[in-house]
């Protein structure tokens, strides 16, 4: 049975193989429980070996392409077109097999333990961010409850907790209400303590990665932002330009054209959108600070200032940073802002 090309359906306990010689016919078709995919693939010799990308598929992809063989990595949407008919993961391992070898197929980088790792904390901070974010608007709406009224703001909802805890502040609160806000205020403090530490933790990678160093650079791009796509982009030269990259990120405009006819709609928000989150709030700050940016780059946001809603500008910016970011990458060079004529 000399494997040629292998196709692997990735699942929590099963996995589902398909392999096929070089004339393409099929000669293997077989289900393996997790323990014994890597004591069977180390008996086969090294060939191409396709997956869809997904969370464990950089785990996987490491431990095989150990073995010696060629791990080739799928975005899900690439090998939909090969699947023939009915789905299930017969169906689905044959389509990646298929896909693997098409000659102009797009695959994604192997990360590494440690940029999973960073990815790890920026999702884990992103989660505790949204839950920072319910239990203010919590305690801000249990206050009103009592009459009590502040504006919005996660200051202003400090301010309210720091009243609820002064013995001598006078607010009409029941026991009971004072009791349940004090503990969502507890909550709210061990998250704050959580997110700093792995704040600091961001920075002290940022500080020993040469990619992130080169990112910061970038005015709108801070140590969040840099970590975060240092962590997601680990081989830049899977993308041919930075029009490319910021399509992956879903900042370009949507496609509908036929017939010659060039059909643009809004931004097609595809790809990775906590990347692309991070990007637009920094192209808010280089929006505001355009007025005083006496650059080139400065001198382009006012002009779109004039002419296009700030919302708009904001994510044309946004794109022109991705496009930015990748060339750094791809360059391994600084930003340098060119002056204004």
């Known amino acids: 049975m000399q494997i040629t090309t292998l196709g692997i359906d990735l699942a929590k306990s099963v996995f589902q193989l398909h392999g096929v010689d070089g004339s393409g016919t099929v000669v293997l078709q077989k289900k393996l429980r997790r323990g014994a995919v890597l004591d069977f693939l180390s008996g086969l010799e090294p060939c191409p070996i396709g997956m869809e990308a997904c969370p464990t598929s950089h785990f996987w992809g490491r431990e095989i392409a150990a073995l010696g063989h060629d791990v080739r990595l799928i975005p899900p949407a690439y090998v939909k077109p090969y699947v023939k008919r009915q789905k299930n993961d017969a169906a689905d391992a044959e389509a990646i097999c298929e896909a693997v070898t098409r000659p102009n197929m797009r695959f994604v980088a192997l990360k590494t333990e440690d940029q999973q790792a960073v990815l790890v904390l920026h999702r884990s901070r992103d989660l505790l961010m949204r839950q920072r974010t319910i239990i203010l608007n919590a305690i801000w709406a249990h206050f009103a409850e009592f009459g009590v009224i502040a504006a919005h703001g996660p200051r202003k909802v400090a301010e309210m907790v720091r009243r609820l805890r002064d013995p001598d502040d006078e607010l009409d609160l029941t026991a009971l209400a004072r ?105 808010t700050s280089v929006t505001r600070r355009a007025p005083t940016t006496d650059t080139r780059t400065g001198a382009w946001v006012r002009s779109l200032l004039e002419r296009k809603p700030t919302r708009l500008v904001t994510v044309a910016i946004a794109n022109k940073t991705a496009r930015t970011a990748w060339a750094l990458l791809a360059r391994g060079e600084n930003y340098r802002a060119a002056p204004a004529t």
């Not at 997601?232 to 990259?245: I, L």
């Open 179 to 283: 009791s349940a806000l004090l503990s969502l205020a507890a909550q709210l403090e061990s998250l704050a303590e959580e997110i700093g530490k792995i704040e600091r933790q961001l920075m002290a990678w940022h500080r020993q990665s040469a990619a992130s160093q080169r990112l910061e650079t970038i005015p709108g791009v801070g140590i969040i932002t840099a970590t975060a796509l240092a962590a997601s982009v680990p081989d830049p030269s899977v993308f041919k330009s930075g029009r490319q990259f910021a399509a992956w990120l879903g900042l370009v405009p949507r496609q509908n054209s036929s017939g010659g006819k060039d059909r643009l709609g809004r931004v097609s928000k595809m790809g990775n959108g906590y990347l692309r989150r991070l990007l637009v709030v920094g192209a």
